[in-house]
């Protein structure tokens, strides 16, 4: 079975600086896909980025950018030029490649909870 | 109007009594799963359903019953439960036919306090 550790229970950031949170996992698969989903107060989860584990190339999405590197099951989170509106939880999570007809849960970390200092 | 529609958003019961979650998705997918958020744990899957058909029941108690009767509904009955099953109850959807597609989008939760 697949897990997911989010090491940092909290992290603090001031307003448009640069913070990274962590995530490692654990697997036996060679193709599977990661995730970082943010869940704000409204208690929505939102996708914020998703990695293919067969693409070398990082995922990038605005200020949103990771940092895959598979060898080592790390699967961090940049967030550059941090705003107001990024405070939240943020989940990272993992899902098998193969799986039964296209529908597949997700194995999520513990989260992070981000605060923004203005 | 968001994607994935939940509801009730809170939902207060006795161990005793019976009530249902109501999960729709407005994105014309065809799997549906349900999610159980409890303080300081993470995320748990507790069923998925892809095109109508259960593919997995995460060891979830006969008390939870899902009904997925069309492929935008999904429902969870409650019955007889206890006090820590009360969480933050989250469905999702996604397309399910497609490995490269199965992006999963998420409703705003129900919120449920067993008494």
């Known amino acids: 079975a697949q897990t997911v550790t989010q090491s940092q229970p909290e992290m603090s950031v001031q307003e448009a600086e640069t913070v990274t949170l962590s995530c490692t996992y654990d697997?036996?698969?060679?193709?599977?896909?990661l995730f970082w989903y943010k869940q704000p107060p409204s208690r929505q989860m939102i996708l914020v980025i998703r990695?293919?584990?067969?693409?070398?190339q990082n995922a990038t999405e605005n200020r949103f950018s990771v940092n895959f590197q598979k060898a080592a099951k790390s699967f961090s989170l940049k967030i550059s030029d941090s705003q107001l509106g990024d405070a939240a939880m943020y989940f990272c999570?993992?899902?098998?490649?193969?799986?039964?007809?296209?529908?597949?849960?997700?194995?999520f970390g513990k989260g992070t909870h981000l605060i923004i200092q203005p | 109007e968001t994607g994935v529609t939940q509801t009730p958003r809170h939902l207060v019961m006795g161990m005793t009594n019976k009530k249902s979650l109501k999960c729709e998705q407005h994105?014309?997918?065809?799997?549906m799963y349900w999610y159980k958020q409890s303080a300081k744990k993470p995320l748990e899957l507790m069923f998925v359903?892809?095109?109508?058909?259960?593919?997995e029941n995460n060891s979830v108690p006969s008390r939870f019953s899902p009904e997925c009767p069309n492929s935008s509904h999904l429902f969870l009955h409650l019955h007889t439960l206890q006090p820590e099953d009360s969480a933050l109850y989250l469905c999702?959807?996604?397309?399910?036919?497609?490995?490269?597609?199965?992006?999963?989008?998420f409703g705003a939760g129900t919120r449920l306090s067993v008494l």
């Open positions: 990695q293919e584990a067969y693409k070398q």
């Open positions: 359903y892809n095109f109508k058909e259960q593919t």
């Open positions: 697997t036996s698969e060679s193709d599977y896909y």
């Open positions: 999702a959807s996604s397309q399910g036919d497609s490995v490269a597609k199965n992006i999963q989008y």
């Open positions: 999570a993992y899902r098998s490649y193969y799986s039964g007809g296209g529908a597949d849960g997700l194995t």
């Open positions: 994105l014309g997918h065809n799997a």
